[in-house]
């Protein structure tokens, strides 16, 4: 179980009022051993660092975050440990992946590093772990760069797989791609969490795509999770006014009829 305990993050900022800017407002929050969690809200409302703060890759400012009783940051920074333990699909994985490493090097590193596999072991996983993330057999030996966007992400996914971790975050998995593509990812996802069991954070601004993935989803703004509901497919349980924009930004719940009259109005004049 990952464990937030008055968790915060600030950073120093000339700019900013008293010269900090808060990134994530203090927040206790527990994510279960196994579940599907979405963090959801627009750009700057904090859930990137968030997701940073429980993956080991930013220290929190305040409070501190644990996984199974143990801190993950003490005097030192997030130990080796915990990055077997927990890990992150970047946003970008073009940049994730070393463009000199071939496919094959890039998913052994882990195993590698936390097993210390012999080669023979590491071929054999990888190749398990390639055909668990739908990647042909042939890409062993091929560069990032002659992969597709889906698959260097789906290479990503396998690399972080390697790790056995019991947590696995996915930060904007899906951004940029087109919608055939974003709507393949998610079910291969929840289908790996579903065979795997590792718990799953699902970082994204939109909230259609958490609905899909999550059964728990906390919802940001401007550095403050301003609501956490359990969902099982009845949008009635989201009740702060920006949870319901997101919806409605969505498609997934119609604007009040003033608000649409509103628009109307605004569509008119144009």
């Known amino acids: 179980m990952i464990e937030l305990k008055n968790a915060g993050c600030s950073f120093q900022d000339s700019l900013a009022p008293k010269g900090w800017f808060t990134a994530v407002s203090t927040l206790t929050a527990c994510f279960e051993n196994g579940g599907r969690y979405a963090i959801v809200g627009e750009s700057g409302s904090g859930k990137t ?7 080991g890759l930013q220290r929190p400012s305040s409070g501190n975050i644990s996984v199974d009783g143990s801190p993950v940051y003490g005097r030192a920074k997030a130990g080796k440990g915990h990055f077997k333990k927990v890990q992150i699909i970047q946003q970008n994985s073009t940049s994730a992946l070393d463009p000199k490493l071939p496919v094959g090097r890039s998913i052994e590193e882990p195993l590698f590093c936390f097993f210390r ?3 023979a072991q590491r071929r054999e996983r990888c190749r398990q772990l390639m055909k668990l993330c739908n990647l042909p057999e042939g890409y ?5 760069s002659e992969l597709s966007g889906g698959e260097q992400k789906r290479v990503a996914i396998a690399r ?4 056995e971790p019991q947590c696995l975050i996915f930060d904007e998995a899906t951004n940029g791609f087109d919608l055939p593509l974003r709507k393949k990812l998610i079910n291969e996802i929840i289908d790996l969490q ?6 799953l954070l699902f970082i994204t601004h939109d909230m259609e795509l958490a609905v899909v993935v999550a059964d728990e989803i906390f919802v940001m703004k401007n550095s403050n999770l301003v609501e956490r509901t359990a969902f099982s497919g009845d949008y009635s349980v989201f009740h702060d006014p920006y949870s319901r924009m997101l919806l409605e930004a969505g498609g997934l719940i119609e604007a009040p009829a003033d608000r649409n009259h509103k628009m109307k109005e605004r569509i008119d004049v144009q």
């Open 160 to 163: 972080a797989l390697a790790a």
């Open 117 to 119: 596999m012999g080669k």
């Open 140 to 144: 062993y030996t091929r560069l990032p």
């Open 49 to 55: 660092t968030l997701a940073r703060m429980i993956a």
């Open 194 to 199: 579903q065979q795997l069991g590792f718990t």
